[in-house]
């Protein structure tokens, strides 16, 4: 082979490897999708972000989202340790936890403005008045505020650990239980349970309202995958904004996961669900979506968090949101 020709031949290959690295480049934040792990089993209690991909508004965005569930026994944030998921959903109270413990997270969107949490008890009981009783908590987490108000009021509540449903309190074997009011809630009025103002205990009523559910990445993921990000966020936004206006629509779509998982649920509750989930993101002072961390609301989860020891330090809200490092 003539020098010409082995010239030409090697400038072929330097071309072809350049340009092999620029495809290369160009496919890290196109092409690698970010898988989303929401926390708990397919539910209505995330039916924006189905939504999302079911309507293509992740695809519109330039991203790739693959949607894992965790089971029921596995936390959500057990996959974003072990790089199993880049985005996951957590409470509040949970993503301070995580903070505190050491791993910077980042909330991208925010999209409960209120809590949840209940405590309802046997027997038409009041819950405060249950010194010492036997009540349910979610083994995966979640039941945060429930120990300080048990600290707080002196009442050395038993906690017992349950992976899901409501079967414990049904049988009795529980004397209250800790439940969401979009989902075991519902569930214990379906198994029949009275419930009203006296053995029912909502802690957004009793100076416990700290927000609910966003969606939280690494810090780390975060800096390196901004834009990616933002576009994710902004399409799961979408899908929340969607279903409001398209609830039925939005109910098929969430049914569609349910059946592929082989969750137990019906639509019936699954529409409760998705009612209260909705109601729950309208700000009690604004009457609107706000989709944003409350600054306030982290103080007051953390001041109450490092007074009963659940936090070894002070979590600020700039730990928290994206406008750091920028």
Same mark, same amino acid.
């Given at each position: 082979m003539s020098i010409e020709n082995l010239t030409k031949k090697l400038w072929g290959t330097v071309v072809c490897f350049v340009l092999f690295c620029g495809v290369a480049e160009a496919m890290t934040e196109e092409d690698v999708p970010i898988v989303f792990t929401p926390q708990w089993t397919a539910q209505a209690q995330f039916a924006g972000y189905y939504v999302a991909e079911a309507k293509g508004f992740f695809r519109e965005a330039g991203v790739k989202v693959r949607i894992e569930h965790p089971s029921a026994t596995q936390p959500a944030m057990d996959r974003l340790h072990n790089n199993e998921c880049q985005a996951t959903t957590l409470q509040l109270c949970q993503a301070l936890?995580? !903070? &505190?413990? =050491?791993?910077?997270?980042?909330?991208?969107?925010?999209?409960?403005?209120?809590?949840a949490m209940v405590i309802v008890s046997a027997r038409d009981k009041d819950?405060?008045?249950?010194?010492?009783?036997?009540?349910?908590?979610?083994? !995966? &987490?979640? =039941?945060?505020?429930?120990?300080?108000?048990?600290?707080?009021?002196?009442?050395?509540y038993q906690w017992v650990r349950f992976a899901q449903n409501v079967n414990l309190f049904v049988a009795g074997a529980l004397d209250a239980t800790l439940a969401m009011s979009y989902n075991e809630y519902y569930q214990l009025m379906q198994a029949g349970i009275r419930m009203n103002d006296r053995n029912v205990y909502r802690f957004c009523d009793h100076g416990y309202n700290v927000q609910g559910d966003g969606v939280y990445m690494t810090r780390n993921y975060y800096e390196s995958h901004r834009e990616q990000a933002q576009r994710f966020a902004e399409a799961c936004r979408k899908g929340w904004e969607w279903a409001v206006l398209h609830p039925e629509e939005t109910l098929d779509i969430?049914?569609?996961?349910?059946?592929?998982?082989?969750?137990?649920?019906?639509?019936?509750?699954q529409r409760l669900m998705l009612k209260e989930v909705l109601r729950l993101q309208v700000d009690r002072e604004s009457g609107k979506r706000e989709f944003r961390l409350r600054p306030d609301m982290v103080r007051q989860a953390c001041d109450l968090m490092l007074e009963y020891q659940m936090l070894s330090r002070e979590v600020t809200y700039e730990e928290l949101i994206i406008e750091q490092g920028k």
């Open positions: 936890e995580v !903070v &505190g413990g =050491g791993v910077p997270l980042v909330n991208i969107l925010q999209t409960s403005m209120n809590n819950p405060l008045t249950q010194k010492g009783a036997r009540v349910g908590i979610w083994s !995966v &987490g979640f =039941g945060q505020l429930a120990i300080c108000m048990s600290i707080r009021d002196h009442l050395d969430v049914m569609q996961y349910v059946d592929r998982d082989g969750i137990a649920t019906n639509r019936i509750l």
